[in-house]
């Protein structure tokens, strides 16, 4: 048997079905491009013609140059009827795509149920509707929707669904564990039997609502499936879809099938995040692989352990899957933290010095007063690269105001930025839906003129902590802002008993971090034609 795997991405039909997702068509052609740069086989876009950002999608994918097969997704012919004369299955045709999924019933219950029709007209609807796709060229994948409830409730008839798609020249037979509640076990124990009973190829779809979704796809390829559906991120209905961030690595890594290149596998990090960015859903941090504290280290020991060799408490090189490693530093940790992080910014630190040890007591420091750099790598970064003689001022802050006005029956925020920029000041205002919007527009606003890179960041997260829960409104605040360029993300840190001030203070560490990451950057002196262009930009 092959030890090739095809992979399914669904992120564009099945994961838009997640709450809180919802892509235009501009961003299904962003991450189709990303998908199929990852190396993906087939890329399910949608259902041709169900809304306007599907027909938009279809028609310019058309010209995209895609190595994956663009893939539409519809339903088998309605009951009594002709699958020639049905609208959706024209719509696949028309749409000009060299794929399409048919999910069907396999299940006897919704036959009777949901479908209201017999047994054989079911069977009549799936080889009537795959025959009529390839009749019209296009390669034709079956999905058995709730196929591992009905093989348990009725094993004749669900094998009997596969055999007329199958006799009817389905190129993928793909088993469905809609409800998400079969367990591993018995998702390898019913694969088998399907391996021994059909001929055709064998696709595995699987939903998380018992979080076995990646499980259960391990545990069907392990038993013959060789295509594997899934979503970037796991994104999907109810509790999600499989999720192919864990899948393809644990397929490739692990197990030894080959799903993508080696060097495609490096831009799994990226690409999740890049979709994260699009689909404006936060990742969880602790998510496998792509993660951001995926492999990253905060107890002292864990941290003098893997200086000397990373096996110690990492399953494989971040860098295969475009990850990296990171250390902590917080309360908790030792002097092996501070220097490990150190010299992963390229500063020459001994662990055996005074400087060591000052910053070390500066950040046990900060911490007692509520800053958490644990989750603020970028403030962290900054504040070692000061304390290390290695950072630049880029812009120096004279001053801010706050304005909030109540006009009619909303409120509107104005910020007032004074700031100096290589000897030369700038005093500029900006609006915004709130005060720290309003900040955030006013510093941009001043600094663009001088570093137009800046237009790139955008603020991706804010959190607002109260640290000291018994001092009522007078309590000090942590605030955790988040910034992305699409290429990266960091975060930062800032304190105060005022909101806006710690706010003010973890936005300013994320520019002068963003502005830190872009090499050998100079100020750009503009005539006033220029920054007018900018600002009102």
Known sequence: MTNAISIFDT?????????????????????????????????????PGSNGKDIEFFQRAKSLGLKAKLTAFGSTRRKNSLAEQDSSLLRIIESGVPAAT????????????????????????????????KRNNIEAMFDAEHFFDGFKNNPEYAISVLKHAQDAGA?????????????????????????????APIGIHTHNDCELAVANTLAAVQAGARQVQGTINGYGERC????????IPNLQLKLGYDCISAQQLQSLTGTARFISEIANVHMPVGQPYVGNAAFAHKGGIHVSAIMKDSKTYEHIVPELVGNKQRILVSELAGQSNIVSKAHELGLDV??????TREIMNRIKELEH???QFEGA???LELLLREAYGESTELFKVESFKMLVDKRNDHMVSEAIVKISVDGEVVYTAAEGNGPVNALDNALRKALVQFYPEIMNIHLSDYKVRVIDEKDATA?????????????????????????????WEALVDSIRYALLGMSKIEPVHMNVNERLGLVNH
């Open 171 to 199: 190129d993928w037979l793909v088993l469905c564990d809609t409800n998400g509640g079969t367990l591993p076990g018995e998702i390898h124990e019913i694969v088998s039997h399907v391996r021994r009973a059909i001929n």
């Open 369 to 371: 007063q509520g800053y």
């Open 240 to 247: 999600g879809n499989a999720n192919l961030c864990s899948i």
């Open 350 to 355: 001994n662990a055996n010095t005074d400087k």
């Open 475 to 503: 309590a000090k605040v942590r605030v955790l802002v988040e910034s992305s360029d699409f290429d990266n993300t960091w975060s930062t840190v800032g304190v105060s008993s005022n909101v806006i001030e710690a706010s």
């Open 11 to 47: 992120t564009l039909r099945d994961g838009t079905q997640g709450e809180g997702i919802s892509l235009s068509a501009e961003d299904k052609i962003k991450i189709a491009l990303k998908l199929d740069a990852l190396g993906v086989h087939y890329i399910e876009g949608g259902n």
């Open 377 to 379: 790598d970028a403030s």
């Open 102 to 133: 048919l999910v069907g019933k396999s299940w006897d219950f919704h036959v009777h149920t949901a479908l209201q029709t017999t047994l054989e007209e079911n069977l009549s609807m799936i080889y009537d509707s795959i025959a009529f796709l």
